[in-house]
């Protein structure tokens, strides 16, 4: 799995080391429960950024060194350490927390639980709209075989219409449960880096606002690629990365700890093979990559 930037973790370190929540649950003791809190979340992130970028072990040490580091500012600052010398317990715990984190996912080709858990709710914030742009790029017809690789909950898929058969490809299980509720769309619970299709199965596919979630991105444009038939369309759709507001929204998903790592539209079209006619099409904030197979001569 990618490893997190060094500024994040670093940036995560300094905010952990500074006795922040002290300070707020000495100014408002009132709200020293959620100083507990603060001061855990710092530590969980101080775990899990630090066990991707440092290694699991060398994270660890370094969380107890922060941890003695800390003591010794809030000593200085508040001339008492008062009770936060033994929520430092608490603290290694959530960094500890955090470290297994992130070794779960790496073991797991970085599974997002996350979208799991919110897959109940994720239309309702992100309502389908008929995507009447990638359609007419499409060119769909009623013999079409379609691939959604991370369609979700088919919040795209159930629009691509007409088409014989419409297939939702994602890693969480949660989402996909949703997608099958919906008329007409098939799930598969895969990789988009390991897709369970022969070479050619599809006439085309569609990869929508997702992208930058998957494990390993030019792994995924490859195999979307195996997978696309002889004269097939492959649309790749994420935030146009050219815009402040999308490098804005990146930034805010790396403090979430999310793995998003968006690009270009010129960096995906590289992933693709010579032969590919790649065309980039940016519309409304988001990029289009839309490359077509050559037909079998």
Do not use: C
């Amino acid at each position: 799995m990618r490893k997190p930037s060094w500024w994040l973790t670093v940036l995560w370190f300094l905010l952990a080391l500074l006795p922040l929540p002290a300070l707020w649950g000495r100014a408002a003791p009132r709200a020293v429960g959620l100083a507990f809190l603060l001061q855990a979340a710092l530590y969980f992130g101080v775990g899990y950024l630090g066990s991707g970028r440092l290694g699991y072990g060398t994270a660890l040490l370094a969380t107890a060194m922060l941890g003695g580091a800390q003591l010794m500012l809030r000593a200085v600052w508040l001339g008492s350490l008062g009770v936060w010398w033994g929520v430092l317990l608490i603290d290694f715990a959530a960094a500890l927390g955090g470290a297994l984190l992130w070794r779960w996912r790496a073991s797991h080709y970085g599974a997002d639980f996350h979208f799991d858990l919110i897959a109940p709710w994720y239309e309702r914030l992100i309502h389908p709209q008929d995507p009447h742009h990638l359609l007419e790029v499409l060119q769909l017809a009623p013999e079409h075989r379609v691939l959604d690789a991370g369609g979700g909950t088919g919040r795209v898929a159930q629009f691509l219409k007409p088409a014989r058969q419409v297939v939702v490809a994602d890693l969480s299980v949660g989402m996909l449960r949703y997608a099958l509720e919906k008329e007409g769309l098939q799930a598969a619970a895969a990789l988009t880096e390991q897709l369970p299709f022969p070479d050619g199965t599809f006439d085309r596919i569609v990869m929508v606002d997702a992208l930058h979630h998957v494990f390993e991105q030019e792994a995924s444009v490859r195999e979307l690629w195996r997978v696309l038939a002889p004269g097939g369309r492959l649309v790749i759709e994420e935030p146009d990365f050219n815009l402040p507001l999308v490098k804005a929204l990146a930034l805010g998903e790396k403090v979430l700890l999310m793995r998003s790592h968006f690009l270009l539209p010129q960096q995906i079209a590289a992933f693709l093979p010579p032969e590919a006619r790649v065309e980039v099409v940016t519309t409304s904030g988001m990029a289009d990559v839309v490359a077509t197979k050559p037909a079998q001569a």
